[in-house]
């Protein structure tokens, strides 16, 4: 099913929350994203907006239909994370790519057929630019890099972390069968990854309390090596070197989807 078939919209523009519900509601249109109507937006319009398909509170009860077509994601952004049907995998959208990391901990372009029942995706074009110029123990410490830089909590944020990690703990779910269990349960049998002296992508969203059950707040990290050839959800990281882009979003739209 297409997403351009909204369930659901709910748009935040900067601090003010707005909500409007409809069947075939169009993206582009002012009800489902509070600005110009398709024709009138422009690319800042676009580059502004975290689109997310379904919310942490399903997902976490254990919702793992898909409700949007991996496709589409493209419409909507080049850059996020999310999973597949049925918790089969860790997403990674890198450059207009989706990748899907199994339980085999192998990353592979995501058949474009497939679905999803979570993702958040936005156009990459950030702002910002810092360089890793001394090792980061942990990821707590790389969380404090980037808070003494982007300090503001009230605000979405899109995050790339690009360089040499020299330990990553990855994870990845196996698949799952219906009836679901709660997601929860489902990550007790997730299969995790330990990776040295790896190049790489941390591709991620440092989101604010405010959003609640919509996703995770705080930061949130998914991994892909250079090579394209392993990644998942960080679980743990130590960073050599490297750069973090920045991106501030003022828009959140949201839909349910549709089954």
């Known amino acids: 099913m297409s ?25 582009g249109s002012r009800e489902a994203a509070g600005g110009p109507a398709a024709g009138e937006r422009g690319d800042a319009w676009r580059t502004d907006t975290l689109t997310q398909i379904g919310t942490l509170e399903r997902l976490a009860r254990g919702g793992f239909d898909g409700t949007a077509v991996i496709a589409d994601l493209g419409q909507s952004g080049d850059f996020g994370l999310g999973t597949f049907d049925a918790l089969d995998g860790e997403m990674v959208v890198l450059d207009g790519v ?40 942990d990821l707590a410490a790389l969380e404090t890099f980037i808070a003494n830089a982007a300090p503001d909590p009230l605000r979405m944020l899109a995050v790339k972390v690009h360089g040499t990690f020299s330990s990553l703990v990855l994870r990845s779910p196996r698949r799952q069968t219906a ?81």
């Open 3 to 27: 997403m351009r078939r909204w369930a659901a919209s709910l748009v935040l523009v900067s601090s003010m929350v707005a909500a409007g519900c409809g069947s075939r509601m169009e993206p």
């Open 98 to 137: 989706v990748y899907q990391i199994r339980a085999d901990g192998i990353a592979r372009e995501a058949d474009r057929g497939g679905r999803t029942p979570f993702a958040a995706v936005t156009f990459f074009r950030p702002t910002r630019r810092f360089a890793i110029a001394a090792p980061l123990a």
């Open 179 to 259: 009836p679901y269990p709660p997601l929860a349960e489902a990550i007790e049998t997730q299969v995790e990854f330990r990776h040295t002296n790896v190049r790489g992508t941390m591709v991620g969203f440092r989101l604010p309390t405010y959003l609640g059950t919509v996703n995770a707040v705080g930061y949130h990290f998914h991994f892909i090596s250079d090579d394209r050839r392993t990644g998942g959800h960080v679980l743990a990281a130590a960073t050599d070197s490297g750069t973090v882009d920045v991106q501030t979003l003022e828009r959140l739209r949201f839909t349910l989807g549709r089954r």
